[in-house]
């Protein structure tokens, strides 16, 4: 059976996020509503559906099972809306529960690399019970983004196993964190956490239920249509470019950075926030990875420090800022800035959302290409922190593949990576991979093949371009890659 996309479609959000990490859930409902009557229209042979999404993104459910924002005494308050992955307001409660968690030796911190982030679900559940009671009380439900759609989809309750194993301080081996430490972190939490985070947990590829007769009689569907396990948006471009093997890393470039990676046995990661079986696809221990600003930071560069000029020139040309840097940015192995790439904190390697960006060398005669360029290799060799901290620990990185908006747009970005970690890495020529990813998630949940790999087999990329080390400049690349190192040691 050969793979082809019979319609695609983009459903803009109402209202958008806003600056303080909040969103709308009327914003989402709306969307998969205009997106499944957009798509399912004409077509009366849908056979799967999955839904991928940022992650841990809070949707608070109300005791009427709605989200919360639609409580009518509630719908004002920050805390009854969506939370987004990148808000930090919760950084006490994160500190709070992780300086408990190391004072008690709780089993969980093994599998979040020692660590405690305020993306997490337990310092947003705090945040929420201690600044907004009312709301609290009123919460039924913690869920993150996709098991929040799936559940409209389906009208039942599943959740996700990438979103309990990697946000949620859940494993299937040792289940939620003691009860002994929740009700020291808060009298009641104890009971009140489970209860917020229940129902069975799947893995991706999964059946979570059927589209409901609701969804079917609007969408004209005749017969059962599957809807697969809800997966995290970083986690559904592994299955389309086939990073399912032990040793497969796979790479997410777009406003942050995914990385994951695939290993036979439970590797427990000072640095690494998370491991858990089957949290990527069935049969394996999957490490969860990542960077906490790739393009964000790039934008911000480009908003903020970008000379007029350079604007102009790119206006001129019909290109975006973006090229224009890449072509000035001549010889990237002669580079003499050196930058940590910690926007938005470092969410691996180490975990520590307090950390600050830094560029060094600066001087009279820099220039704004220098300074991007800086930038990009910062992204680069904060993904080689990651790998190399893997390898050191039995988790070795045998290819590593690359996908999102980042991957397609920046060739120089895609160069170094391969420079500056001495490696062929292989990008993916096709746009909209984490959404083929779900694709594939969704044709395994509905039985059209009997496992993910099957299904990746039938539907999954097979064009990559390979980019190669430059190796007339090793030398020099390894020692930027060295002095970059450096830096973040300095400043950790």
Known sequence: MQRRVLKSSAVPYAHGPGEEGLARAEDYDAALEGLLEELGAGCRGLAGICVDA?????????????????????????????????????????EEALGLARELGEPFLGRTGGSVSCEWALPKVMELRDQDPEAYRETDLALDLCEYLTLRLTGRLARSTGSMSYKGLWAGDLGFPSGEYLEALRPGLGEEYPRLMRGPVLPPGSRAGELSLKWRSRLGQEGPVIVGAGVLDGHTSLAAMGAMEPGDGALVAGTSNVLTLQTRQLREIEGICGIAKDGLCPGLWGIDAGQSATGDMLSWFVKNLLPWEYWEQAQKRGISPHSLLTEKAREPFRCALTAADWWNGSRNAPCSLGLTGAITGLTLDSRPEELYLALLQAVVCGTGSILDLCEREGAPVKRLLICGGAAGKNRLLMEQYACLLDRPVQAAREEEVPALGAAVFAAAAAGIYPTVQMAWEHMGIRSFETFRPDAAHRREYKLIYERNQRLRRTLI
Do not use: C
């Open 54 to 94: 940022t992650s841990f993104t809070m949707v608070p459910i109300g005791r009427d099972g709605r989200a919360l924002e639609y409580n009518e005494r509630l719908s004002g308050r920050p805390h009854a809306r969506v939370k987004l992955w990148k808000r930090h307001t919760a950084a006490p409660q994160a």
